[in-house]
């Protein structure tokens, strides 16, 4: 073992030793707690399609943090000689637990998994030939969701099953998901299983069980009496007109891997249509080089019209603002540089996904309902806010309608708050991404339209800490953009002005939508407005 091995070990048995408390029956020791296992592994030694000795295996799942591992060879199981010497191979502790299943072939639904079974099955055994031989084994339906497939409610529920592997390596990450829907659907007992078949990464898909084990026999036993499940996090959260849900599955090791999906529930036919366009929009994004590396979005993975079910990739990080409250001024500047360059990234894509004229006929509507806050209560700027709107809206037809070339698919509401800066390895500073989310304001707009947004938005939100207007000066973030873009028209700042006040209208309305039509702020908004109009 190497030595980045063994120092490795040494931490986490340091970490380890508060866990276990008690000593079992059979004097090994076992936790008093929640455990967590990988359930499904394949070894070097005894299946032909794993590339990964076991003794490598189980120092890999011990340096995830989990409490133990299952081998689940094919149609093999392992003498508790051969599991010794493992252990000792591994300079694992004694409370760290290695069982031995199999994983066997059957004629009723493939492959399954047995725990509990004191002899090997052959391929092409029964499920009922399984039970009958061992009542007592725990048997679970492995990777029923993979190469597309989609199970019936009724093999599902089948009763000579004991549970299911809804959470598995051999799963893509929507069948994940949709095995994840139909638990929550049906509530049969689930397990993760990664399947490992090399190394890297065992233990990303562990089982929680409620209570401590300290034999094969009271594994199979939690497994038939429904007390375990996958191991995962699930956190709703507000969305507009949706139920949200994040959900992170896996245990958090040395590599911080897990997998992170969204689950949007949309409440009606209206919302229903934005966020489908939105998922698209992001969809062929994906395929624009955004799925990975330091520029992404949320790439989307599932969609149910019927349940107007939406799935995508959760992004682990935080937004733009909330970063640039808390980092150095030299983070900071890579942040917002990074956020310029990943705007004009999308615009040199020079997509359009939506109908180019789409813009310009809907803006008269969206600059109206600005207006319509003002009217609506008889704010005295009422008249002041009209003038700017129509102007804003003269320049706008003058400038494209005749020139839909110089539209490109936009982000549409790209500010700060839209923004997320994450790192994929929190030790390595070149793994620093920035994604864009919320396609919903998605439209073929002038690119000068997302970055006048975001220099408005940028103010506004930031108004209250000076320090942060002052250490990142828009013209970081214009002058990174221009040099990520290579070429922009040549009244291109002219441009951003005029979307700086069309934005600063928006903030404008929203002001007062939430009563504060009378703040200082509204009035600031109104002049600045005016200022980008007039170059004064």
Same mark, same amino acid.
């Given at each position: 073992?190497?030595?980045?091995?063994?120092?490795?070990?040494?931490?986490? $048995?340091?970490?380890?030793?508060?866990? !276990?408390? $008690?000593?079992?029956?059979?004097?090994?020791?076992?936790?008093?707690?929640?455990?967590?296992?990988?359930?499904?592994?394949?070894?070097?030694?005894?299946?032909?399609?794993?590339?990964?000795?076991? =003794?490598?295996?189980?120092?890999?799942? !011990?340096? /995830?943090?989990?409490?133990?591992?299952?081998?689940?060879? #094919? #149609?093999?199981?392992?003498?508790?000689?051969?599991?010794?010497?493992?252990?000792?191979?591994?300079?694992?502790?004694?409370?760290? &637990?290695?069982?031995?299943?199999?994983?066997?072939?059957?004629?009723?639904?493939?492959?399954?998994?047995?725990?509990?079974?004191?002899?090997?099955?052959?391929?092409? *055994? =029964?499920?009922?030939?399984?039970?009958?031989?061992?009542?007592?084994?725990?048997?679970?339906?492995?990777?029923?969701?993979?190469?597309?497939?989609?199970?019936?409610?009724?093999?599902?529920?089948?009763?000579?099953?004991?549970?299911?592997?809804?959470?598995?390596?051999?799963?893509?990450?929507?069948?994940?998901? $949709?095995?994840?829907?139909?638990?929550?659907?049906?509530?049969?007992?689930?397990?993760?299983?990664?399947?490992? #078949?090399?190394?890297?990464?065992?233990?990303?898909?562990?089982?929680?069980?409620?209570?401590?084990?300290?034999?094969?026999?009271?594994?199979?036993?939690?497994?038939?009496?429904?007390?375990?499940?996958?191991?995962?996090?699930?956190?709703?959260?507000?969305?507009?007109?949706?139920?949200?849900?994040?959900?992170?599955?896996?245990?958090?090791?040395?590599?911080?891997?897990?997998?992170?999906?969204?689950?949007?529930?949309?409440?009606?036919?209206?919302?229903?249509?934005?966020?489908?366009?939105?998922?698209?929009?992001?969809?062929?994004?994906?395929?624009?080089?955004?799925?990975?590396?330091?520029?992404?979005?949320?790439?989307?993975?599932?969609?149910?019209?019927?349940?107007? *079910?939406?799935?995508?990739?959760?992004?682990?990080?935080?937004?733009?603002?909330?970063?640039?409250?808390?980092?150095?001024?030299?983070?900071?500047?890579?942040?917002?540089?990074?956020?310029?360059?990943?705007?004009?990234?999308? #615009?040199?894509?020079?997509?359009?996904? *939506?109908?180019?004229?789409?813009?310009?006929?809907?803006?008269?509507?969206?600059?109206?309902?600005? &207006?319509?806050?003002?009217?609506?209560?008889?704010?005295?700027?009422?008249?002041?806010?009209?003038?700017?709107?129509?102007?804003?809206?003269?320049?706008?037809?003058?400038?494209?309608?005749?020139?839909?070339?110089?539209?490109?698919?936009?982000?549409?509401?790209?500010?700060?708050?839209?923004?997320?800066?994450?790192?994929?390895?929190?030790?390595?500073?070149?793994?620093?991404?920035?994604?864009?989310?919320?396609?919903?304001?998605?439209?073929?707009?002038?690119?000068?339209?997302?970055?006048?947004?975001?220099?408005?938005?940028?103010?506004?939100?930031?108004?209250?800490?000076?320090?942060?207007?002052?250490?990142?000066?828009?013209?970081?973030?214009? /002058?990174?953009?221009?040099?990520?873009?290579?070429?922009?028209?040549?009244?291109?700042?002219?441009?951003?002005?005029?979307?700086?006040?069309?934005?600063?209208?928006?903030? =404008?309305?929203?002001?007062? /939508?939430?009563?504060?039509?009378?703040?200082?702020?509204?009035?600031?908004?109104?002049?600045?407005?005016?200022?980008?109009?007039?170059?004064?």
């Amino acid at each position: 073992m190497s030595a980045i091995d063994q120092h490795t070990l040494s931490q986490e $048995r340091k970490r380890n030793q508060v866990h !276990f408390a $008690r000593p079992c029956e059979r004097k090994t020791f076992c936790y008093s707690y929640p455990m967590l296992l990988e359930m499904h592994t394949h070894t070097a030694e005894h299946s032909r399609c794993s590339s990964i000795p076991a =003794a490598a295996l189980v120092r890999q799942v !011990f340096a /995830k943090g989990l409490q133990g591992i299952v081998f689940t060879d #094919h #149609h093999y199981l392992w003498s508790d000689k051969e599991i010794h010497q493992i252990r000792r191979s591994a300079e694992v502790p004694n409370h760290f &637990l290695i069982f031995s299943g199999q994983e066997v072939a059957t004629p009723e639904v493939g492959d399954v998994i047995v725990y509990g079974a004191g002899m090997p099955f052959p391929h092409g *055994t =029964a499920l009922e030939e399984i039970r009958e031989s061992f009542p007592e084994a725990a048997l679970v339906w492995a990777h029923p969701y993979r190469k597309g497939r989609r199970p019936e409610d009724a093999a599902l529920l089948l009763p000579l099953l004991d549970g299911i592997e809804i959470f598995s390596s051999n799963h893509s990450v929507r069948e994940n998901s $949709r095995a994840l829907r139909d638990w929550h659907r049906l509530r049969f007992t689930a397990i993760g299983g990664t399947d490992t #078949h090399g190394t890297g990464y065992a233990g990303l898909y562990p089982t929680l069980f409620d209570h401590p084990l300290g034999s094969m026999a009271e594994l199979a036993a939690e497994i038939r009496k429904g007390r375990c499940r996958p191991f995962l996090k699930e956190i709703p959260r507000s969305g507009a007109g949706s139920l949200v849900t994040e959900v992170t599955i896996g245990a958090k090791g040395f590599d911080e891997v897990r997998e992170r999906i969204i689950i949007r529930n949309i409440s009606s036919n209206h919302k229903w249509a934005a966020a489908d366009r939105a998922f698209h929009i992001a969809e062929q994004l994906s395929r624009q080089g955004f799925a990975s590396g330091p520029y992404r979005v949320p790439v989307p993975i599932d969609q149910d019209h019927d349940s107007m *079910t939406l799935i995508e990739q959760g992004i682990r990080g935080k937004s733009l603002f909330d970063k640039l409250l808390s980092a150095s001024r030299e983070d900071g500047l890579r942040y917002v540089r990074m956020a310029a360059q990943w705007l004009a990234r999308l #615009h040199a894509c020079r997509l359009s996904l *939506t109908p180019a004229d789409e813009f310009l006929a809907r803006e008269p509507g969206r600059l109206e309902k600005y &207006l319509e806050r003002f009217t609506a209560i008889k704010h005295p700027q009422a008249r002041r806010a009209e003038e700017i709107l129509a102007a804003i809206h003269r320049e706008e037809r003058r400038r494209y309608a005749d020139n839909p070339e110089y539209l490109v698919q936009g982000h549409g509401d790209f500010h700060p708050k839209n923004i997320l800066i994450g790192q994929d390895i929190q030790e390595n500073r070149d793994t620093v991404f920035v994604a864009a989310i919320d396609f919903d304001s998605s439209l073929c707009l002038p690119p000068a339209f997302d970055a006048g947004c975001f220099l408005a938005q940028f103010r506004n939100q930031f108004f209250s800490h000076q320090d942060i207007i002052r250490d990142f000066p828009e013209e970081l973030f214009l /002058k990174a953009y221009r040099e990520a873009a290579g070429q922009t028209d040549d009244d291109f700042l002219v441009q951003v002005e005029l979307f700086r006040a069309r934005t600063n209208m928006s903030i =404008a309305a929203y002001l007062i /939508k939430v009563g504060l039509g009378d703040s200082d702020n509204l009035w600031r908004v109104l002049l600045e407005a005016e200022k980008a109009l007039t170059g004064h």
